[in-house]
């Protein structure tokens, strides 16, 4: 038998995602964002899920090209745009839309020799100073990549740094709109969390680009959690039981024996570790589903296995053993949901860093 750890990628909880960003920005196209594997999903486990959006963003031509063999015919967007001149001739072998960011980039396209003109992203520094031309210097980029032949339509892009939080997308929409305003072309500025919580930005959108929340992840935890956005889990990552132990009090879990029982507990051990993309850092307190029920980690996450508490269980004389049904986030065959937003909080970071960190070694599986 294979070890029981498993990732469910849930087709209808994409298919959900999705629709919920439309009716955010009815009037948007939808670029699905699929870099980096689909968050760790797999393109290919998320493409039924996806294939409704108006077209696919992502970064690297490898990832382009398996969207292409899934038989996507329609828009495909390099995020970063070319990293070399070579790059070119993927992108007009594969039809593919680019980004453009840098003089550099533009030199590239001046000296590339093709028939069909690309469809290009202009990218704006709004304030993020990440990638993209600086106001300043954002018209003359135009006025330069709109006197090539090697281009067809330019549209404009920018990316919020604050979205999410406090500081907002306010100063970095202003400059956006007044050097843009009066070029031709269509516009792009909303990530996930400026799609659900900017109707301003999504209304000068038109094509968004969400990621995170087609996974079903909040892009504003704590501050809101993927129930409050309608968001439903994509990724289920579940394991079994593999062991229980009787401990009385005073006895210690674990390496470094960080955790001590107080009174005496039954805990479980399961399959699943920091090798199979559960982080590390999680510490005794992070929430776990067992058999649909909640419960925590107890003691330091191992390379291939992790210790639960199974009190809450047996306080409620639920029957739990070798075998048990373990959820480490997403849904479990109860229906119970644990949002992955809580178990990357408790390890200090985001829903993101999980879903990506999710280990090749763990097998997944498609289900609607
Ligand atoms: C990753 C990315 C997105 C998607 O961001 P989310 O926060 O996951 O919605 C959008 N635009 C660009 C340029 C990105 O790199």
Redo the contacts with the bound molecule.
Sequence with gaps: MPRPICATIHTAALRHNLARNRQAAPDAKVWA?V?ANAYGHGIERVYEGLRGADGFALLDLDEAQRVRTLGWRGPILL?EGVFESRDLEWCSRLDLWHTVHCDEQIDMLAAHKTNAPHRVFLKMNSGMNRLGFTPERYRSAWTRLNALPQVDEISHMT?FSDADGQRGIGHQTAVFDEITRDLPGERSIC???ATLRHVNAVSASDWI?????LYGSA?DYPEHNAADWELLPAMTLASKIIATQALPAGDFVGYGSKFTAEQAIQIGVVACGYADGYPRVCPTGTPVLVAGVRTRLIGRVSMDMIMVDLSPLANQRLPVGIGSEVTLWGRASTGAVLGIDEVAHAANTLG?ELMCALAARVPAQVMD
């Design positions: 964002v870099k995020l990316h990530n996930s969390a680009r969400p990621g995170i929340s892009p993101y």
